[in-house]
């Protein structure tokens, strides 16, 4: 039974990660590509803050100084996710993403909406 448990416990593992990576292909990356990916690694220059957006595992690792850009099940603990708030909330904040006299649009709140439920896994 400990075996089957096991077993039971990767596979619902594996089709979470496939999940996420469904989901990111699908609805995460155009809303980046939109808002982030011009300052953040598409351009092949060096990403700004040292965090590029542009794969999953970029976006989990994040940047220089603002901690991990994802950390699943904790939006507070998401420097992706806080800073896209902070841009969309309160654009006068010097660490509002996309810096507020930038042509970029700040994400809207369906579009927050979407990647907290991504990031909390609802
Ligand atoms: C016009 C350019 C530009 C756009 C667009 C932009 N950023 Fe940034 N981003 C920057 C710059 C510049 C920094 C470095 C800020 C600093 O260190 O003061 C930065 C830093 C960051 C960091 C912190 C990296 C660290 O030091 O840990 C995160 C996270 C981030 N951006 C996320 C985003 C997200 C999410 C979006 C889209 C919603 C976005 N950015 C859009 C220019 C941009």
Not at 45 to 72: C, D, H, R, S, V
Not at 79 to 87: C, D, T, V
Not at 97 to 120: F, R, S, V
């Amino acid at each position: 039974m400990k075996q089957l448990a096991w077993v039971g416990l990767l596979v619902s593992t594996s089709l979470w990660a496939a999940e996420r990576e469904a989901v990111y292909q699908k609805e995460i990356m155009p809303i980046l590509e939109k808002s982030c990916l011009d300052c953040h690694g598409r351009d092949g220059k060096k990403p700004k803050g040292g965090f590029n957006a542009t794969t999953l595992a970029g976006l989990e690792k994040g940047g220089k100084e603002e901690g991990p850009g994802i950390t699943w099940g904790e939006v507070e603990k998401s420097s992706l996710y806080r800073l896209a708030h902070l841009g969309a909330t309160n654009r006068a904040d010097e660490m509002a993403m996309p810096p507020k006299d930038k042509k970029q649009p700040a994400l809207t709140n369906e579009q927050l909406a979407k990647l907290k439920a991504w990031i909390e896994n609802k």
